[in-house]
């Protein structure tokens, strides 16, 4: 279960963001108020949420996931792959500070963004991609091994973020799509598959027992709500125009 949650606001400089999707800008005002929405949402499962100011510093800072993995034992600040967000860290760690004692810390050359991390239970999947490389997968696993937990790393070949094509929603089922679906590595998992389509979708997150999806995709909401998962559907248009989802806006522990 979680108890907390950490956000922060867009900046009004979001809309220099990085993407590749290749949608547009992104209309700052709707922005504000989808993240307002994505905070009710947080607090209508439960959550208590810290909410940081924006900072026009970092047109990505809202994406707060890939600054930081909040586990059970510890908090380990990462080291963003892209160069422009490095400086995201600072904030973050001091926020985090409040709530853990034992903070660990992904330090040069190796480098970590948090939507290549899934939880499961005890253990970490790690994905390799352009924004994490072998050097940050290794120091993440050390640390992982030395508070008692494991690591796993998996090579992406087309998606952006691990977390952009997988969702863990606990009870052994995995939200999965496009060049993930026939990975040995998820093998063991209960596949909802997310039709090629709706491949936008996979990423939604799971908040006690409850489900946080993008509006707009019917056949995986369908297929979530038949597992069992009540679900809250949210708007991001803005933010997926920078390459953005649900995950990457809040840090839940």
Not at 162 to 179: A, P
Request: net charge negative; with cysteine; proline share 2%.
């Amino acid at each position: 279960m979680f108890k907390k949650a950490i956000v922060r606001k867009p900046s009004k400089s979001m809309v220099k963001g990085l993407t590749t999707a290749k949608l547009g800008s992104p209309d700052f005002n709707l922005a504000l108020i989808q993240h307002q929405k994505y905070i009710e949402a947080l607090i209508e499962c439960g959550l208590d949420v810290t909410i940081l100011d924006a900072d026009e510093h970092f047109p990505d800072s809202t994406f707060v996931e890939d600054t930081a993995i909040l586990t059970p034992n510890c908090a380990i600040i990462t080291n963003p792959g892209a160069l422009s967000r490095k400086g995201e860290v600072l904030a973050i760690e001091k926020a985090v500070s409040g709530f853990y004692q034992n903070i660990e810390k992904i330090v040069d050359k190796g480098t970590v963004d948090g939507g290549d991390i899934m939880m499961v239970d005890k253990h970490f999947y790690i994905g390799r991609s352009e924004r994490t490389n072998r050097e940050g997968a290794k120091q993440l696993t050390e640390i992982l091994e030395k508070y008692e937990l494991t690591a796993s790393t998996v090579t992406l070949e087309k998606m952006l973020h691990l977390k952009s094509g997988l969702s863990y929603l606990e009870n052994n089922n995995l939200v999965i799509t496009d060049e993930f679906v026939e990975r040995s590595d998820f093998k063991k998992f209960n596949k909802l598959i997310v039709n090629e389509s709706e491949v936008y979708a996979a990423n939604c997150v799971w908040i006690n027992d409850q489900v946080l999806i993008a509006t707009g995709y019917p056949k995986t909401k369908q297929i979530i709500e038949k597992a069992g998962y009540k679900t809250i559907e949210l708007d991001m248009s803005e933010y997926r125009k920078l390459d953005g989802g649900l995950s990457c806006l809040s840090l839940r522990f």
